[in-house]
């Protein structure tokens, strides 16, 4: 079983940038899919990005598309997620997630999670 934990949040202004990394630990880290999803209040958790345990495959929700670049590193046990031009609507806490499958936008296919970490964008 793999353990999550975020890092990299915090307030940046409107068009900034910020990049939130996601150290796993437990479990053999590149068997895994990795995905980031986000949740603003009052709304529910959606999907942002996500990898495959190779790196050959990433998919975007199409509001960040171009803006946001998700990576890992196998060897560091670390997923990354480069956040640029950011807007105002991009304030939310962004958590990271394990998948033992594929890789996927689905979030019920993500059983491990992290605490989430807080992003806010100042307009």
């Known amino acids: 079983q793999v353990q999550l934990v975020e890092s990299g949040g915090g307030l940046v202004q409107a068009g900034g940038s910020l990049r939130l990394s996601c150290a796993a630990s437990?479990?053999?880290?590149?068997?895994?899919?990795m995905g980031w999803f986000r949740q603003a209040p009052g709304k529910e958790r959606e999907f942002v990005a996500a990898?495959?345990?190779?790196?050959?495959?990433?998919l975007y929700a199409n509001s960040v598309k171009g803006r946001f670049t998700i990576s890992r590193d196998n060897a560091k046990k670390t997923t990354y997620l480069q956040m640029s031009s950011l807007k105002f609507e991009d304030t939310a806490v962004y958590y990271c997630?394990?998948?033992?499958?594929?890789?996927?936008?689905?979030?019920?296919?993500?059983?491990?999670w992290g605490q989430g970490t807080q992003v806010t964008v100042s307009s």
């Open positions: 990898i495959s345990w190779s790196s050959d495959t990433t």
């Open positions: 997630a394990a998948s033992p499958s594929i890789v996927t936008r689905v979030l019920r296919g993500y059983p491990y």
């Open positions: 437990g479990g053999t880290f590149s068997n895994y899919g």
